[in-house]
């Protein structure tokens, strides 16, 4: 009875093993079915009922010079080819030149990037969208035709093609458009790309841009000044990542947001002035700008990101106002110069580690007056080896007796018909008094300005 129990039990052994083997077949069978090469690329089906297929991918003896074709036939059925897919051609380097045909309407994230030899692109009316990526790194590119159809442009779709300098649009194309090269929306609210290796210096962006878009200017390392209208009200992730050749920029008091890495790797930047209408400096937005010497975080700002300020080793002096509520790792680490940091909580906020060994050996630490037993008992605060009070009451940079004090790389800059003023140290001793516009040559510290009948302390 048990030897019979035991070959049963065999027999459904055999029963479901022999089913998985058919349901692998079967499985194995229909993406075989659904993938499959014809000459050097693989097509992928993408629906049997209307006989639409998408490149995947190429084999070897892929040529020169490609042309897509735009209907195959394959199991004697005919299909059209409505799709360039993922990664399709990415690193292909022997590609010089490539023929999309106009049955395609998607070109998929990464398709052609680091297609080296590429040197020029013509994307046909059918095509609605261009993923992200898609033609990143094409060291070789010089122009690229986008057709009418075009609705979609994906971030980072001509990232890092240095050779850039011609980007044609459709006029019929109604969602972008071009001028002198430089793509923009339709109605020029906003300036979506710039192509890299276009030559001027200089550029002004029109005053109908309300956005500049994400990686707009990356790599624009001949750019070395830019003009952004009282119009533009955000800074995309990225906006002038890695332009070497931009010296300042003054960003106007339209703008409320500036996004993530805007402005990192810029490492000829000296200046930068930030308006009170933004609410966040975001991760890694100067991040490797070396050169940076000065700059005003205004007391509209309540978040600082994680890097923010790596690495600006130019960096010498910075305030943090009572505004920010948290700021990011790392936010003024790296190789910084950081000398003194200037502090107005009454009650300090605590945040993970975001100054190098350096700064806190080195740096002096100004908080205000009577609230050193506040910032010993808070990280990072009190890490710093040299913490010192002072009184805060009434420092600002503002308009005054008709005339405007601002101070920028420690030299008061009054503006304006002022007449006699007058400056102070924190102790009272008259250290200049005159008509001059600037006042140069003074040591870090607290000052007062008098102009008039009205006293303003900065600081240097």
Not at 124 to 139: D, E, Q, R
Not at 179 to 188: A, C, H, Q
Not at 449 to 456: A, F, L, M, N, Q
Request: glycine fraction near 8%; hydrophobic fraction near 35%; proline fraction near 4%.
């Amino acid at each position: 009875m048990k030897r019979e129990e035991n070959t049963g039990i065999g027999r459904n052994i055999l029963r479901t093993i022999a089913f998985a083997i058919a349901m692998l077949i079967t499985t194995f069978s229909a993406s075989a079915a659904s993938t499959f090469q014809i000459g050097p690329l693989l097509y992928k089906v993408l629906s049997e009922e209307d006989r639409t297929v998408e490149v995947t991918d190429r084999g070897y003896g892929v040529p020169k010079n490609l042309e897509i074709p735009k209907k195959i036939i394959y199991s004697s059925k005919t299909y059209t080819v409505t799709s360039i897919g993922e990664y399709a051609f990415s690193e292909c380097t022997v590609l010089t030149s490539v023929t999309i045909p106009n049955s395609v309407t998607s070109i998929g994230e990464y398709a052609f990037s680091e297609c080296t030899g590429l040197t020029s692109v013509t994307i046909p009316n059918s095509v609605t969208s261009i993923g992200n990526s898609a033609f990143k790194s094409c060291w070789r590119l010089t122009s690229v035709t986008i057709g009418n159809s075009v609705t979609s442009i994906g971030n980072s779709a001509f990232e890092s093609c240095p050779l850039l300098t011609e980007i044609n649009v459709s006029t019929e194309n109604n969602k972008y458009a071009s001028i002198d090269g430089v793509v923009y929306s339709k109605d020029l609210t906003s300036l979506f790309l710039y192509p890299r290796g276009k030559t001027e210096s200089q550029f002004t962006i029109p005053n109908s841009v309300t956005s500049i878009g994400e990686s707009a200017f990356e790599h624009c390392s001949k750019l070395t000044s830019i003009t952004i209208p009282n119009s533009v009200t955000s800074i995309g992730e990225y906006a002038f990542y890695w332009c070497s050749g931009l010296t300042s920029v003054t960003i106007p008091n339209s703008v409320t947001s500036i996004g993530e890495s805007a402005f990192e790797h810029c490492s000829k930047l000296t200046s930068i002035t930030i308006p009170n209408s933004v609410t966040s400096i975001g991760n890694s937005t100067f991040c490797g700008c070396s050169k940076l010497t000065n700059v005003t975080i205004p007391n509209s700002v309540t978040s600082i990101g994680k890097l923010a300020f790596y690495d600006c080793s130019g960096l010498t002096s910075v305030t943090i106002p009572n505004s920010v509520t948290s700021i990011g790792s790392s936010a003024f680490s790296g190789r910084s110069g950081l000398e003194t940091i200037y502090c107005y909580w009454d009650d300090p906020i605590s945040c993970a580690p975001i100054f190098s060994y350096n700064v806190l050996e080195n740096a002096v630490l100004y908080i205000p007056f009577g609230r050193i037993n506040t910032y010993e008992k808070v990280d990072p605060w009190r890490n710093f080896w040299e913490i010192k009070e002072m009184d805060y009451s009434g420092i600002e940079s503002i308009n005054g007796e008709g005339a405007k004090v601002a101070v920028n790389e420690g030299v008061i800059t009054i503006d304006g018909n002022a007449g006699t003023v007058r400056v102070y140290s924190a102790s009272g001793q008259l250290v200049y008094s005159g008509t001059d516009g600037r006042v140069e040559g003074l040591t870090k510290g607290i000052y007062i300005v008098t102009i008039g009948h009205k006293s303003i302390k900065v600081i240097i």
